[in-house]
């Protein structure tokens, strides 16, 4: 059985180091993996998303401000400049990263203007009916509110993009109706609390990332050493430890998370 996946998150603007584009596509390619979800975190950096969308069949695109991203700009300017990109390109499958990140940064935004900001961009995702890509590092609180209060207006499609926690955590987000999706983490032998989310979550409630270039699964760390950057073609690692927590075949996973994507993000 051909093994076909989807990348559901990865960063390749930020991949600015050896192999080339082309090099890390053909290599995700000859790993099984079919279709990539390229994801823009700032206003500088959606152009260089849009092209690679552009000039690769099977790379789409979410569009987003991540939580710390575009402090110079007003949240009205933000909006407008983002609500006009993301009308450029039919590749646009989803708005986001974006969500709330209350990890420390020295030039955070303060909690009360990243909810703002966070609530803008869901805003835009129901009026163009995309899905939303959310970004949650110790902002669970602040992501249900806002996503529960949105969805008694509109119904649309989340995904908890990276999900680090517990399953009581993961409950919460499926009883709104959201995805989970699975990065390295998964594979990590600190995150062991992942593979009972793993085994627990519905079959057609999950995706599978690398989240590139972070986040590298733990057997990928020697071969890539001393680059140590995460690519595409790791996702199949991160479906392999979806599948050994699930207690089922890659073949499985890869199917199943495969067909969720399609589902999610509208591809065909």
Aim: net charge neutral.
């Amino acid at each position: 059985m051909d093994i076909n996946l989807i990348d559901s998150h990865a960063h390749l603007p930020h991949l600015t180091n050896k192999p080339t584009l082309e090099t890390l596509l053909t290599g995700a390619k000859d790993w099984g993996v079919e279709k990539i979800i390229n994801i823009g975190t700032d206003l500088k950096e959606h152009p260089k998303v849009l092209e690679v969308c552009t000039n690769y069949q099977n790379v789409y695109c979410g569009l987003g401000i991540y939580p710390n991203a575009e402090r110079d700009k007003t949240l009205a300017d933000i909006v407008t400049k983002l609500e006009a990109t993301l009308q450029t390109n039919p590749k646009v499958v989803a708005v986001g990263e974006c969500g709330i990140d209350n990890t420390g940064w020295s030039n955070q935004r303060p909690l009360s203007e990243q909810e703002e900001l966070f609530e803008a961009q869901i805003v835009l995702a129901i009026k163009y009916k995309l899905p939303l890509i959310v970004h949650n590092r110790n902002g669970t609180e602040s992501v249900i509110n806002l996503l529960r209060a949105a969805g008694k207006n509109a119904p649309f499609n989340a995904v908890i993009h990276c999900f680090d926690a517990d399953w009581a955590t993961a409950k919460r987000f499926l009883d709104l109706g959201l995805y989970i999706s699975f990065s390295g983490f998964i594979t990590r032998t600190t995150k062991k609390y992942l593979t009972g989310v793993a085994q627990k979550v519905p079959q057609d409630m999950y995706l599978v990332e690398t989240d590139s270039p972070y986040i590298l699964p733990q057997s990928a760390q020697i071969e890539v050493s001393p680059n140590k950057n995460n690519e595409p073609k790791y996702v199949r690692i991160v479906a392999q430890s979806v599948a050994k927590a699930r207690g089922t075949t890659l073949e499985e996973v890869a199917y199943q998370s495969y067909t969720n994507s399609c589902k999610f993000f509208a591809l065909h």
